[in-house]
């Protein structure tokens, strides 16, 4: 048994190979500016938090605002989409009897 809520949104947060990619990249620049922030505003100062929201803006920005590098990756998925459906989504046959 499952404690955790299933997510409404959980078949959105599926990334794809390039996502990835991206996502892996904005993460290898946010950690160390979080990490570094941090140990700033634990010294005493207070611009370290800008670097912490920095860094957290980066990957929500990456993960959540469409670019226009993610357009066509979009396009491609909308059209396979039309033309090709999951065999799960698509209706028994009538010809089958049933």
Avoid: H, Q
Avoid at 21 to 30: D, R, Y
Avoid at 74 to 80: D, P, S
Wanted: proline share 6%; glycine share 10%.
């Amino acid at each position: 048994m499952c404690f955790w809520p299933r997510l409404a949104y959980a078949d959105t947060m599926k990334l794809g190979f390039f996502e990835s990619l991206t996502m892996v990249g904005a993460l290898a620049v946010a950690i160390p500016m979080v990490y570094a922030g941090g140990s700033i505003y634990l010294a005493g100062n207070t611009i370290g938090l800008f670097f912490v929201a920095l860094g957290v803006v980066m990957v929500l920005a990456e993960r959540f605002i469409t670019t226009p590098f993610d357009i066509p990756s979009i396009v491609a998925k909308k059209t396979v989409g039309r033309f090709m459906r999951d065999p799960e989504e698509t209706e028994p046959d009538a010809a089958d009897g049933k």
